[in-house]
T-cell receptor, first 114, second 112 residues
Framework: DSGVTQTPKHLITATGQRVTLRCSPR?????VYWYQQSLDQGLQFLIQ???????AKGNILERFSAQQFPDLHSELNLSSLELGDSALYFC?????????????FGPGTRLTVL | LAKTTQPISMDSYEGQEVNITCSHN???????ITWYQQFPSQGPRFIIQ???TKVTNEVASLFIPADRKSSTLSLPRVSLSDTAVYYC?????????????FGSGTQLTVLP
């Protein structure tokens, strides 16, 4: 158990819909990262927050957005969903905001868009 | 376009040493190289991290040449439970910023 929790574990929805994925980092970790893992694209970095502020942005679509709240939990919002958004979404946390600190990954949320 | 590449798959036998190499020819100057292990339907798990030369911990060693354009993860005496996908993670320059980039992953299969 990494100490990072993600909810829900599974999500099934339809094209055009909007969903919210939630992540609680390990106690004491200030950084939260979001990743997408699909069969054809591998692990893709989406975005990083550090202590409530956006720190780095990766291959995140404009239809996707994220935020980190004062209690340090984070949410990833996916809207106007398409079939290609079906993937595993991982959240990770680390102590500091510097890239490549040891990151602790959650169990992931599996999103299926029908 | 800079890429972070790894062999797609490797087979080994129990008790052997396994070396997996990642090529990252455009790594950001101040970034570390980090390796993760992933089992099916689980999140990646940290193995080891280094900046240059050699780093060793209780489970693996990491070799990084002076130009830092590649790195080699070494797993000593693998067991069946080491069967997993192994990823390298580096930061690459993207304009004035840096972007975290995973390698494509190497499926290691350990045979009895």
């Amino acid at each position: 158990d990494s100490g990072v929790t993600q909810t829900p574990k599974h999500l099934i929805t339809a094209t055009g819909q909007r969903v919210t994925l939630r992540c609680s980092p390990r106690s004491g970790d200030l950084s939260v990262y979001w990743y997408q893992q699909s069969l054809d694209q591998g692990l893709q970095f989406l975005i990083q927050y550090y202590n409530g502020e956006e720190r780095a942005k990766g291959n995140i679509l404009e239809r996707f957005s994220a935020q980190q709240f004062p209690d340090l939990h984070s949410e990833l919002n996916l809207s106007s969903l398409e079939l290609g958004d079906s993937a595993l979404y991982f959240c990770a946390s680390s102590v500091a905001g510097v890239h490549n600190n040891e990151q602790f990954f959650g169990p992931g949320t599996r999103l299926t868009v029908l | 376009l800079a890429k972070t590449t790894q062999p797609i798959s490797m087979d080994s036998y129990e008790g052997q040493e396994v070396n997996i190499t990642c090529s990252h020819n455009n790594i950001a100057t101040n970034d570390y190289i980090t390796w993760y292990q992933q089992f099916p339907s689980q999140g990646p798990r940290f193995i080891i991290q280094g900046y240059k030369t050699k780093v060793t911990n209780e489970v693996a060693s990491l070799f990084i040449p002076a130009d830092r354009k590649s790195s080699t993860l070494s797993l000593p005496r693998v067991s069946l439970s080491d069967t997993a996908v192994y990823y390298c993670l580096v930061g690459v320059p993207l304009g004035s910023a840096r972007q975290l980039t995973f390698g494509s992953g190497t499926q290691l299969t350990v045979l009895p």
